[in-house]
T-cell receptor, first 112, second 114 residues
Framework: KQEVTQIPAALSVPEGENLVLNCSFTDSAIYNLQWFRQDPGKGLTSLLLIQSSQREQTSGRLNASLDKSSGRSTLYIAASQPGDSATYLCAVPLSGYSTLTFGKGTMLLVSP | EPEVTQTPSHQVTQMGQEVILRCVPISNHLYFYWYRQILGQKVEFLVSFYNNEISEKSEIFDDQFSVERPDGSNFTLKIRSTKLEDSAMYFC????????????FGPGTRLTVL
C-alpha cells in the first residue's frame, strides 16, 4: 500500500524567501507525481506533473524534482509571495493503477 | 481554459436521505474519478470510471455508493442512504487518456449530513 508523507506540515515565511516542500512515498513503482495547490475550502489546482522518467519539471517560479529510487520529491518555490499562501499537496498513482494517493499537505503562509 | 465543474457547491441533507452529486468533466477526457476529503484529513480516492464502467474502487466505495454517466457530459455520484460520516468535500476529477495523465479536479461539493 502506498503511503505519502509531506514535511513540514506547516511553514511560515516572509515574502521573497525561496522555500522547499518535501514529499516522500513508500512504493517507488509510480507512473508520475503530481503537485497540487488547495486554497481553504476550495478545490485542487494542478501545479505540476512530473513523469517517472523525468527528474525535474518547471512552471514559472515553481520547480519540482523527483528521485523515484529514493521515493522523494521536492517542490521549490522561488521568491515567495503572499498569494502563494495555500496548502500544497503531492499525489502519486501506483503503476498499473490510475488512482492518486495523497499526502496530508504542507500549509504555507507567506507574510508581506 | 476547459475545467471540471461540479454542482451543487454545497448540499445539506438529513441522515438516511439519498443525494446525487453532479460533475461535468473536461469534454475530451475519458477517465473520471471521485475523491473525498473529510475536514482536516487527506484526500481519499473513491472510484474511477472508464468506458462506462467502474475501473477501480476503494474500500470506502461500498454498496451505498454508485456512479453513472447518464449522458455524454455528466458524471454523477449517488449516495443511497447518507450517514453522518459521509459529511465531506467530494471532488470530481478527469484525465485525458489514462491514469498516467494529469488529473484535473473540480471545485468540489461540500456535503453536510445532519
Amino acid at each position: 500500500k502506498q503511503e505519502v508523507t509531506q514535511i513540514p506540515a506547516a511553514l511560515s515565511v516572509p515574502e521573497g524567501e525561496n522555500l522547499v516542500l518535501n514529499c516522500s512515498f513508500t512504493d517507488s513503482a509510480i507512473y508520475n507525481l503530481q503537485w497540487f495547490r488547495q486554497d481553504p475550502g476550495k478545490g485542487l489546482t494542478s501545479l505540476l506533473l512530473i513523469q517517472s522518467s523525468q527528474r525535474e519539471q518547471t512552471s514559472g517560479r515553481l520547480n519540482a524534482s523527483l528521485d523515484k529510487s529514493s521515493g522523494r520529491s521536492t517542490l521549490y518555490i522561488a521568491a515567495s509571495q503572499p498569494g502563494d499562501s495555500a496548502t500544497y499537496l503531492c499525489a502519486v498513482p501506483l503503476s498499473g493503477y490510475s488512482t492518486l494517493t495523497f499526502g496530508k499537505g504542507t500549509m504555507l503562509l507567506v507574510s508581506p | 481554459e476547459p475545467e471540471v465543474t461540479q454542482t451543487p457547491s454545497h448540499q445539506v441533507t438529513q441522515m438516511g436521505q439519498e443525494v446525487i452529486l453532479r460533475c461535468v468533466p473536461i469534454s475530451n477526457h475519458l477517465y473520471f474519478y471521485w475523491y473525498r476529503q473529510i475536514l482536516g484529513q487527506k484526500v481519499e480516492f473513491l472510484v474511477s470510471f472508464y468506458n462506462n464502467e467502474i475501473s477501480e474502487k476503494s474500500e470506502i466505495f461500498d454498496d451505498q455508493f454508485s456512479v453513472e454517466r447518464p449522458d455524454g457530459s455528466n458524471f454523477t455520484l449517488k449516495i443511497r442512504s447518507t450517514k453522518l460520516e459521509d459529511s465531506a468535500m467530494y471532488f470530481c476529477a478527469s484525465s485525458e487518456y489514462s491514469g498516467r495523465d494529469e488529473q484535473f479536479f473540480g471545485p468540489g461539493t461540500r456535503l453536510t449530513v445532519l
